[in-house]
């Protein structure tokens, strides 16, 4: 019978067989008497058919004259508005397209007529455009809301059917729906069952999440792992909040998104397992830069600050690890507030959190600066340690990195840095942060080893392939030539050749250690001309590559000026070579060209330069050995 109606099609799969009504809103009235029949005695003798109401384009349709029954209406399903979206715009579904498709499909079905525009886009335009071409047609703002006002789309009505649908939800998934629009991104599973308040997650699964998600109103993944409010039910949501208490939503956002991810994901960076903790970061990614925004923009009032302290307090390190310039402005946010809501415990702390986001984060330069929050933290560190022992130990390693290199005060360096390692031993041995602590102890010792040989072993037992650690490689590498182990340090430099990867070159320091470590071995084998030479040619491959790829008029003007000092020394070896000369390797003139960790050694060594490169050519000094702890030492 429904086949008479006009603009009337019927698709069936395994289990429902479906009628469309296209452009429904345009429908006669001599047809209603049919439809009223279909809804009366379609739905029973039918149990497994569906009806969907197309709008295209036009106004949301006013059920007058019409009773549904026991008829369900309701928007558009997900499963639904796939089948639809397929069969308007010729576009199949497959693993490269899925997503894009559920993108769209997860933004348009509860806007009438949107979907059936976006479909018709796909099918006007994909015999000459590619899927990807018109997707991101879709996605541009401009666009999108060129097509926006195209739909002439009656948005007070839209609210007013809404509001409507809304006041037909259980209390429950009315509370849900208000709570989840607060908050811009997706929930995991974990998060949107906290959210929705219910005491267990089964509960809140049934009564809760899926009715949401069957009707359209919230969008998850096909694993039903993550959830997300569909955007016209957020802005049709959050006019009702509005009025709500924003201490109330900055504490329920703390103790349901914070306390269950951000937490979760500093516990577990605590244990070392890093991957596992940003795999949680990004999950939140967008609700977590919500609470960060809000805290630097919260009013100084005083209701929030407790809260937006706490989160300081307990994950400050993975803050800065994922969102670095936000946690800046969060962090001097809260220092502020602690100048005139916080006690001296919470301001010592927020000065060194600031002066830490000073130095350790992008553009972190600014040390005089940092140096004033430092100061006026470090006369509260016992206290610091008191409040969270473990929060202490990255202030402790910067501060300390700060006044050795920067400052020349290596003994108060020293006396934190012990602090900080002190703390480690009762807490979390096997950790980053206990490899930092070693790494700066090991810079300020200098010929020390077992500090950099303990940071590497940590470093290779949490992560060996973590660029940092090369930096430790180095370092030692480094101690042994100023110690005249010779053979010890070209076998750091062995090492690091052979154990490169293109997977670890992810920057342009890096990308340079190969050169580096190419560079020494070019001036530990002048016992070797043969070895020095295959040595010298690699070395200029390498640095050619870099220049190839370097994209810096800075770098590439100090490749080029490296290739022309090796190559003038591969012609005068090679010469010396065909000469059959005793002795014919070549001894340097210069410290290497790339290397900076020379640049810093020979400070610390505090020798001549000809006599450093004596050491890095192998030679054995005559000078007269002083403790390097006396070098060291300067009085305050």
């Known amino acids: 019978m429904y086949n008479t109606f006009t603009n009337c099609s019927t698709i069936t799969n395994t289990k429902w067989k479906i009628c469309i009504f296209d452009d429904f809103q345009n429908i006669q009235e001599s047809f209603l008497p049919g439809f009223q029949e279909l809804c009366d005695n379609g739905f029973p003798l039918h149990p497994n058919l569906k009806i969907i109401l197309i709008l295209s384009g036009g106004e949301p349709f006013q059920f007058d004259g019409i009773r549904?029954?026991?008829?369900?209406?309701?928007?558009?399903s997900i499963k639904d508005a796939q089948l639809l979206f397929g069969r308007c715009s010729d576009i199949e579904t497959d693993d490269e397209n899925k997503e894009q498709i559920h993108n769209i499909i997860r933004y348009a079905c509860s806007l009438p007529g949107l979907l059936i525009y976006f479909a018709e886009k796909f099918s006007q335009f994909h015999h000459n455009f590619s899927f990807n071409d018109i997707y991101k047609m879709i996605c541009d703002e401009t666009k999108l809301n060129d097509w926006l006002d195209e739909c002439t789309i009656n948005r007070r009505k839209i609210k007013q059917e809404m509001d409507k649908y809304f006041s037909q939800l259980s209390l429950e998934q009315q509370e849900a729906i208000k709570v989840l629009s607060y908050f811009p991104g997706?929930?995991?599973i974990e998060e949107a069952v906290e959210m929705t308040g219910s005491s267990s997650q089964p509960a809140s699964m049934i009564r809760v999440l899926m009715p949401l998600v069957e009707q359209g109103l919230i969008s998850s993944d096909l694993e039903l792992q993550n959830f997300q409010v569909q955007e016209l039910v957020r802005v049709l949501s959050m006019q009702q909040i509005d009025n709500v208490h924003s201490n109330d939503l900055v504490k329920l956002k703390y103790t349901n998104i914070i306390g269950k991810s951000l937490m979760k994901a500093q516990d577990i960076y605590d244990k070392g397992l890093i991957y596992e903790a940003l795999g949680i970061m990004k999950n939140n990614w967008e609700n977590i830069s919500f609470i960060l925004k809000k805290g630097i923009e919260a009013p100084s009032d005083g209701r929030t600050y407790g809260v937006y302290y706490e989160i300081t307090l307990k994950a400050s390190d993975i803050l800065m690890l994922c969102h670095p310039r936000d946690s800046r402005q969060f962090f001097q946010a809260c220092l502020q507030n602690s100048l005139l809501f916080g006690n001296e415990e919470e301001q010592a702390f927020m000065n060194i959190a600031y002066g830490v986001s000073l130095t350790d984060l992008p553009d972190g330069s600014q040390y005089n600066?940092?140096?004033?929050?430092?100061?006026?933290?470090?006369?509260?560190?016992?206290?610091?340690?008191?409040?969270?022992?473990?929060?202490s130990v990255i202030s402790y390693c910067n501060v300390a990195n700060l006044l050795s290199r920067n400052f020349g005060k290596h003994s108060k360096a020293l006396q934190l840095l012990f602090s900080a390692k002190d703390i480690q031993k009762k807490h979390r041995w096997l950790h980053m942060d206990t490899s930092l602590?070693?790494?700066?102890?090991?810079?300020?010792?200098?010929?020390?080893?077992?500090f950099f040989h303990e940071a590497l072993d940590i470093y290779n037992q949490i992560h060996p392939n973590y660029t940092g650690k090369m930096n430790v490689i180095h370092a030692i590498a480094h101690c042994y030539l100023l110690k005249e182990e010779f053979e010890n340090a070209k076998s750091c430099f062995k090492d690091m050749l052979?154990?490169?990867?293109?997977?670890?070159?992810?920057?342009?320091?890096?990308?340079?250690?190969?050169?580096l470590a190419l560079e020494?071995?070019?001036y530990l084998n002048l016992e070797n001309p043969q070895n020095q030479l295959i040595h010298l040619e690699n070395l200029l491959n390498e640095i050619r590559q870099l220049l190839k790829r370097s994209v810096n008029e800075k770098?590439?003007?100090?490749?080029?000026?490296?290739i022309a000092k090796y190559q003038s020394l591969k012609i005068l070896l090679v010469d010396k070579l065909n000469r059959n000369e005793e002795r014919a390797g070549l001894l340097m003139d210069s410290?290497?060209?790339?290397?900076?960790?020379?640049?810093?050694?020979?400070?610390?060594?505090?020798?001549?330069?000809?006599?450093?490169?004596?050491?890095?050519?192998?030679l054995r000094s005559n000078l007269y050995e002083i403790d390097i702890q006396q070098r060291l030492k300067i009085v305050e």
């Open 68 to 76: 549904f029954g026991e008829c369900k209406v309701s928007p558009l």
């Open 520 to 522: 020494h071995m070019v």
């Open 555 to 562: 770098h590439k003007l100090r490749y080029s000026n490296a």
């Open 591 to 618: 410290i290497p060209v790339l290397c900076h960790y020379c640049k810093s050694f020979i400070l610390y060594f505090n020798c001549t330069q000809e006599n450093y490169i004596h050491k890095l050519c192998g």
């Open 437 to 450: 602590v070693l790494h700066y102890t090991g810079y300020v010792y200098l010929r020390i080893l077992t």
């Open 369 to 391: 600066k940092a140096i004033k929050f430092y100061n006026a933290a470090l006369s509260e560190r016992l206290k610091i340690v008191t409040v969270n022992p473990k929060i």
């Open 498 to 515: 052979e154990g490169y990867s293109d997977r670890l070159l992810s920057g342009s320091s890096e990308a340079e250690s190969p050169s």
């Open 186 to 188: 997706r929930f995991g």
